[in-house]
């Protein structure tokens, strides 16, 4: 009776249950069953009644924890005091930044061993992030001379994409090693664009959150 009078308050349950678990044992490591022991008393039929799967359990926890991510988003975007150049060096750094990212990559499951979740990062990047925040920020780079380019819309979705899925550990399993060379890589070829906004500072931070993920898969 609860759950259905209440139903916000048994997804509210459900999503701090998974995501604390999924941060303490891993997502792979954590199960439905899991989730049902840890919701006091709650049974799995409360869980598939609000969710599918452990995945869309998953991407609920991951919509919640990536909140925070789209107010910094739109934050740097409409920032008139930084240049489009500027803003994608802010954007770049401080999407790493965010203190919910540690906890994304100890709880982050192996997206190159899940298409369904891979499709789904890849599909958000072209849909939503590229279009509503690195689009604009091209274009006004492009209006202030900072950024150089004919194919604003693409080159922001090649920048994310190499960013979410090429330079992600949770995609390629790489070790902290080979995200670096894939950092100096991807700086290399920014940097022959004129877009010089991956700095040292970026390179360390992704480096460290890579050190988690292997720490914690």
Request: net charge negative; aromatic share 6%.
């Amino acid at each position: 009776m609860a759950r259905n009078k209440y139903p916000e308050e048994t997804v509210n349950l459900i999503l701090e249950t998974a995501g604390r678990l999924f941060v303490e044992k891993g997502y792979e490591r954590t199960s439905i069953q899991d989730i049902v022991d840890n919701l006091g008393g709650l049974s799995k039929g409360a869980i598939y009644h609000h969710f599918k799967s452990k995945e869309e359990i998953l991407s609920a926890v991951t919509d919640r924890m990536t909140e925070e991510s789209e107010v910094l988003l739109s934050r740097i975007r409409d920032d008139n005091t930084l240049t489009g150049k500027e803003k994608l060096r802010k954007l770049f750094y401080e999407s790493l930044n965010r203190p919910e990212q540690k906890d994304m990559f100890r709880s982050a499951p192996r997206l190159g061993e899940n298409p369904q979740l891979l499709a789904m990062v890849m599909r958000e990047t072209i849909d939503i992030t590229a279009p509503i925040y690195l689009t604009p920020i091209m274009e006004e780079g492009i209006k202030d001379g900072t950024i150089h380019t004919k194919y604003p819309k693409e080159l922001g979705e090649v920048l994310l994409l190499l960013g979410n899925v090429w330079l992600n550990p949770m995609t390629m399993d790489s070790t902290p090693e080979e995200t670096y060379r894939k950092c100096l890589c991807f700086k290399e070829i920014l940097d022959a664009m004129g877009l010089d906004i991956v700095g040292e500072e970026t390179v360390e931070k992704l480096q460290e959150l890579t050190e988690i993920y292997n720490d914690h898969k």
